[in-house]
């Protein structure tokens, strides 16, 4: 949404003058379009990156205002969650030295904010999608306090009727009901921007919808969003659900989500997608709107187009067309938004180079691929490329299916140095930043692979919490050595598997609340079961505690083995007699069992269960049972902490 002053709490009557000016833009535009006053003969490139904040512990810091605030940077603005940060980069004529000056601004901005970070405990980490986020980070305290953001999150529950239901899967699964829209926090991107004029917009805007699949297969960072492993690039799935407004009924009448890939290719140009998205989305989001565009046009100026900008920037396709003015000109550009933030500014720019390459390159050789390739081809290339990354199976042009590695090495790669070749652009830098890409690819090494096999080799070892720690650890680290210089901060391929520290801070900061340290793997049985079966699942589980929940999943209790060894003095477990119906948990449970919350601090629950004299502790949110934490558990940390302590000793 950028700096767009938006209105709050809108009525009917805000919403009928904001569609009028919605509706005039979109005729000041066809006016621009038929005079041909949308700049032409110029190719620029641009970027916008966004980041995290973390703390100490490496977990999301919520604290962007105090960081802008301290940067002073015009560049750097907030974004939906306080642990986030956008930058905005100043467009670049593509050609030359173009990439070699992205990455240097990127720098730059990355390491201002960098430094104004650290002056307020926090640091900035490139991820797709931060390992150490967990649920608890994205409650509605988190959410930016600004206008804009509020009425955009009233505005789309509003839509959706209710809350956000999140439903991936991936090596594990993730099922969840959210309350806000927080859930699209989880993702950072890197989004770039390529200039094209109106007549050959339709043309390359279905190239950029062609190749993004192999590029995002070459870039995937993102597997991991609340301590599971689902798709490669978790973000593409993630943020579809994360701000779907579609109530139920009309997910039946297949109305379209406001995320989304698209579902043909584009015949007549930028007007044909502004067009279809005013008709099929509804106005969210209004602002106040100046000067009519008419009369700006009668003047022989651009105009903003300030309402066709704001509600363009709630309709979130994978590849959107954008309207800009720059210095008194209106241009039309391409926005990809599939690639992630990460894992270096090496990597990104990297990946950039790749796509506008490949736009270039393939322009000549495939004028028409909308005529050469069916739409379905490139959509399911797309969402394969985000599930599997290098992994994935695409169809190209000609129908052919190759594995994305081989499709990228054999005839992409080649493609897109010759088109920053004609574009210009120093056959160094091409070197520099499609080497890069090649090296990944023929390493079989994306941002996603490193960390599924950083996790796999610490498999067993430490915690969930500590080794989602380790990992942003070792990106930190990197990143760090990029911004300096450092020979150890080398692209992703060359990164060596991320491991556990045996270091007593880490490992303290690993164990302050229960939620970082809690059992989730759960077995639970119902009131209505038999005791028979609570004592089996004990002893097949090793376990000494089994919550009860109701038909609706609502903790209503806790059976423990001692319950079950008082049950079997009183000769009660035994066979009943003449039919009589066998005891159930319900009789031996322990009803309202005293519980805590994910956040609540260790030491908390520890002084809880001396004082109560319990052995474990169910974690509930809300009334939903997440996790339990036991006497073993705790004897586990503190073993781990003393271990820690007489090995620095």
């Not at 948990?585 to 919350?597: G, K, L, Q």
Request: hydrophobic fraction near 45%.
């Amino acid at each position: 949404m950028g700096e767009q002053h938006v209105s709050e709490q809108v009525n009917e009557e805000q919403l009928q003058a904001f569609m009028r000016a919605l509706l005039d833009d979109v005729t000041a535009l066809e006016r621009l379009l038929e005079a041909d006053r949308i700049e032409s003969g110029v190719r620029r490139i641009g970027a916008e990156q966004e980041m995290f904040l973390v703390d100490r512990a490496l977990r999301p810091a919520p604290l962007s205002l105090e960081v802008l605030e301290r940067a002073s940077d015009a560049r750097l603005t907030t974004e939906l969650a306080r642990f986030n940060l956008e930058a905005n980069l100043p467009p670049l004529p593509f050609g030359g030295g173009c990439l070699r000056r992205l990455e240097a601004e990127l720098t730059d901005v990355i390491g201002r904010a960098a430094e104004a970070a650290r002056a307020v405990g926090a640091e900035v980490l490139l991820a797709g999608i931060l390992p150490t986020l967990r649920a608890g980070d994205l409650d509605l305290d988190r959410l930016t306090p600004m206008p804009r953001y509020h009425e955009l999150n009233r505005a789309l529950r509003q839509l959706r009727q209710g809350d956000f239901h999140v439903w991936i899967h991936g090596i594990d699964e993730l099922e969840m009901i959210h309350d806000n829209i927080l859930l699209e926090a989880c993702n950072t991107s890197f989004q770039v921007h390529l200039q094209v004029g109106a007549r050959e917009f339709a043309p390359l805007y279905n190239l950029a919808q062609a190749v993004t699949a192999p590029v995002l297969a070459a870039a995937v960072n993102s597997p991991l969003l609340l301590g599971r492993r689902l798709w490669h690039e978790t973000r593409i799935a993630l943020f579809g659900t994360s701000v779907d407004t579609r109530p139920s009924a009309r997910e039946r009448r297949q109305h379209k989500p406001r995320v989304h890939f698209g579902d043909g290719w584009v015949q007549d140009g930028a007007l044909e997608l502004f067009r279809e998205d005013i008709a099929r989305f509804r106005v969210i989001i209004t602002a106040e709107i100046g000067e009519p565009p008419a009369v700006v046009l009668a003047r022989g100026e651009a105009p903003d187009l300030k309402a066709l900008r704001v509600h363009n920037g709630t309709v979130y396709r994978w590849n959107r067309p954008c309207y800009g003015v720059a210095d008194g000109v209106a241009h039309l550009r391409i926005e990809s938004r599939a690639l992630p933030a990460g894992p270096t500014v090496l990597d990104e720019v990297a990946n950039a180079a790749l796509f506008f390459g490949l736009v270039a390159g393939l322009a000549g050789e495939h004028p028409r691929i909308d005529l050469e390739m069916p739409f379905e081809d490139a959509k399911a290339n797309f969402f394969a490329a985000a599930r599997h990354g290098l992994k994935a199976q695409l169809t190209w042009v000609g129908g052919q299916s190759y594995p994305a590695a081989e499709l990228l090495l054999s005839r992409l790669l080649p493609a897109a140095r010759e088109g920053l070749s004609s574009a210009g652009i120093d056959a160094g830098d091409i070197d520099r930043y499609l080497g890069v890409v090649e090296e990944r690819v023929r390493r079989g090494q994306t941002g996603a692979q490193w960390a599924l096999g950083s996790l796999a080799a610490m498999a067993g070892k430490g915690t969930p919490e500590m080794q989602d720690r380790a990992l942003c650890a070792a990106m930190l680290a990197h990143q760090r050595e990029e911004a300096r210089g450092g020979g150890a901060g080398g692209p992703v391929h060359t990164w060596e598997p991320a491991a556990l520290e045996a270091d007593r801070d880490l490992l303290r900061d690993s164990y302050q609340t229960v939620g970082q340290f809690m059992s989730t793997d759960l077995f639970t049985v119902r009131p209505t079961d038999i005791v028979d079966f609570a004592a089996s699942v004990m002893d097949w589980r090793h376990v000494r505690h089994v919550p009860v929940e109701d038909a609706e999943g609502r903790l209503v209790g806790v059976v423990s083995h001692r319950a079950l060894l008082r049950l079997v003095a009183r000769g009660a477990a035994a066979a009943p007699a003449g039919g009589a119906a066998p005891p159930t948990v319900a009789s031996i449970m322990r009803p309202d069992p005293v519980t805590v919350a994910p956040e609540t601090p260790t030491l908390e629950a520890m002084r809880i269960m001396r004082e109560q004299r319990v052995g474990c502790l169910p974690v509930v949110a809300g009334e939903r049972l997440v996790g339990i934490v036991t006497e073993r558990d705790l004897l586990e940390v503190s073993a781990r902490l003393l271990e820690a302590y007489l090995r620095e000793g």
